[in-house]
C-alpha cells in the first residue's frame, strides 16, 4: 500500500511539473542539424523527430497567389511577392531542397499528427496583397484538415486583426510586434502575446497580466540558456527557439520553479 501510494504521489507531482512547463516551438524548423535548412520540408519533420510541440514556419505568396514557405522577402535574389510562382519554385535551399509551396508543407504535415504549426504571416507590401494571401493560407489550411492544429502570427497589425476575423471560430492568433500591451490583444481577442525575449526582459510583468487575463505567452526567438532558464522561471507558456534540443534538456534537468508550481496549481484547479 505504502508503496502505491508513493507511485501515486511520483506520478502526480511529474503530471504537475508536465504542466506547468513551457512548451517547445522550432523556430523555423528545427534547421541547425545535419541535412536541414530553415523552413525546409527537412527541418518540419526533424521538429517532429525530436518531439516539439509546435513547428513555426514564414510564408509569402507570389503575385498568380502560391504561398510560398521562406523567411526573407527573397530567395536567392528573387523577390518572392513579385516574382512568378514557376520562376521562384527554379530556386532551391542551402540544403539541397527545392523551395516548398505551403501545400507541400502542409501536405508533409498532415503525417505528423503530433505536432502543431505556427504560420507566419510576413508583411506584404501592401494590404491587398496581405488580405489575399490570408484568403489563400486559410483555404489550403482547410483544404489539408490542419484548422484544428494551426496558430497564427504575425507582425502585421491589419494582417493580425484579419486573421482573428477570417480564421475558424478559437483559432490562435498572436502578435509579434511587442506594441500591443495584453489588455489591448484581449480586446482585439488575440489569443495572447508572441513578443522577442528583449522585450519580455523590458515587461516582464505583462507575463502575469496575460495569464491573469486568460492570454498566453509565447517568446522567441530565446536561444541563449540563460534566457530560457528565465522564461521557465517565468512561466510563459510557449518558447520558440533555434535549439530545440538545448531548450529540452534544460526543461527535462530544471527543478520545479516557483512560478511552474503556481501555474500547475492554477490549470489543476481549472
Ligand atoms: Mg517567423
Given at each position: 500500500m505504502k508503496i502505491r501510494t508513493l507511485l501515486g504521489s511520483i506520478l502526480i507531482m511529474s503530471a504537475l511539473a508536465a504542466a506547468g512547463q513551457p512548451k517547445v516551438i522550432a523556430h523555423r524548423g528545427?534547421?541547425?542539424?545535419?541535412g536541414s535548412a530553415q523552413n525546409s520540408l527537412r527541418s518540419l519533420a526533424k521538429a517532429d523527430s525530436i518531439g516539439c510541440y509546435a513547428s513555426e514556419f514564414d510564408v509569402w505568396m507570389t503575385p498568380d497567389g502560391v504561398v510560398m514557405v521562406n523567411h526573407?522577402?527573397?530567395i536567392n535574389g528573387v523577390e518572392i511577392q513579385n516574382t512568378p510562382s514557376q520562376t521562384v519554385l527554379l530556386e532551391k535551399l542551402?540544403?539541397?531542397?527545392?523551395?516548398?509551396t505551403l501545400d507541400q508543407y502542409l501536405e508533409a504535415a498532415t503525417k505528423m499528427p503530433g505536432m502543431r504549426l505556427v504560420c507566419e504571416l510576413k508583411t506584404h507590401d501592401s494590404r491587398q496583397r496581405e488580405s489575399a494571401a490570408i484568403k489563400k493560407i486559410l483555404e489550403t489550411v482547410r483544404k489539408y484538415g490542419l484548422e484544428s492544429r494551426t496558430d497564427y502570427i504575425t507582425f502585421s497589425r491589419d494582417g493580425f486583426h484579419e486573421f482573428i476575423k477570417k480564421?475558424?471560430?478559437?483559432t490562435a492568433v498572436y502578435y509579434l510586434s511587442g506594441d500591443f500591451v495584453p489588455e489591448q490583444i484581449k480586446h482585439h481577442k488575440g489569443r495572447g502575446i508572441d513578443y522577442s525575449i528583449k522585450t519580455m526582459r523590458k515587461h516582464p510583468e505583462w507575463i502575469k497580466q496575460c495569464h491573469d487575463l486568460g492570454l498566453e505567452v509565447n517568446v522567441w526567438t530565446v536561444n541563449k540558456p540563460e534566457d530560457m532558464v528565465w522564461c521557465i522561471e517565468q512561466g510563459v507558456d510557449y518558447i520558440t527557439t533555434n535549439d530545440p534540443e538545448g531548450l529540452q534538456k534544460i526543461i527535462s534537468e530544471l527543478p520545479e520553479t516557483k512560478a511552474t508550481e503556481k501555474k500547475a496549481k492554477k490549470q489543476k484547479k481549472q
Open positions: 528545427y534547421w541547425d542539424c545535419d526573407d522577402p527573397t542551402s540544403n539541397g531542397e527545392t523551395i516548398p480564421a475558424p471560430k478559437g
